[in-house]
């Protein structure tokens, strides 16, 4: 089955640094690449979302770019602020259904 | 609109017992996907169903069943509860049945076992 592994566990940054964060995934049959961020206490909550047949994305300060030969997709945070502070999750999935298949999460801590 | 509704959100049972979560999705929409969030295996996935039919099974064994009703709402429930099984689960809605479109996740039922 897919097996998606992320990188760094936990990253921590100066406010208004970059994060980069790193997956990358095994079946090369995946085609949707979501994004989510978890804060405490709270359920995942979905920042960004990229098909295979783009290779980059951008929403505000938040970009993921992807690179299918490689099987690897990266989310990028410009100027980062404290509220950035959360665990972000990639995943990956097929076309059929809503199964996704989650790296191990990273924690970012973003110091004022 | 509300979003997705998990109950009970605390629970705590023990070992042998038997457990069942509730979520209720966003109006409309018609599939949903239950998840399993742990320290060590982080978010697994359990099953998901669209109108009223699973559609896709992750790798849990038997104890851990689920199904929909008419108006979308789902239940989750685990047999026969064991240590390890105690968790965060996470209920996620979705308009399509097919990843089209994005997962919206309740806040989830923490179920400790002792």
């Known amino acids: 089955g897919e097996n998606v592994e992320q990188h760094p566990s936990t990253l921590s940054v100066q406010e208004g640094d970059s994060a980069v964060i790193k997956c990358t995934y095994s079946d090369s049959a995946s085609n949707y690449f979501p994004w989510y961020k978890q804060e405490l206490g709270k359920g995942p909550q979905l920042i960004i979302d990229i098909r295979s047949n783009v290779g980059e994305k951008k929403d505000q300060r938040i970009a993921v770019t992807l690179n299918k030969t490689a099987k690897h997709f990266s989310l990028h945070i410009t100027e980062t602020q404290p509220e950035d502070s959360a665990v972000y999750f990639c995943a990956a999935s097929k076309a059929a259904g809503n199964k996704l298949t989650f790296g191990g999460g990273t924690r970012v801590l973003v110091k004022p | 609109k509300a979003g997705v509704t998990q109950t009970p959100r605390y629970l705590i049972k023990t070992r042998g017992q038997q457990v069942t979560l509730s979520c209720s999705p966003i109006?409309?929409?018609?599939?949903v996907s239950w998840y399993q969030q742990t320290p060590g295996q982080g978010l697994q996935f359990l099953f998901e169903y669209f109108s009223e039919t699973q559609r896709n099974k992750g790798n849990f064994p038997g104890r851990f069943s689920g199904r929909q009703f008419s108006n979308s709402r789902s239940e989750m429930n685990v047999s026969t509860l064991e240590l390890g099984d105690s968790a965060l689960y996470l209920c996620?809605?979705?308009?399509?049945?097919?990843?089209?479109?994005?997962?919206?996740f309740g806040e989830g039922s923490r179920l400790t076992v002792l």
């Open positions: 996620a809605s979705s308009l399509f049945g097919e990843n089209t479109g994005e997962l919206f």
């Open positions: 109006s409309g929409h018609r599939s």
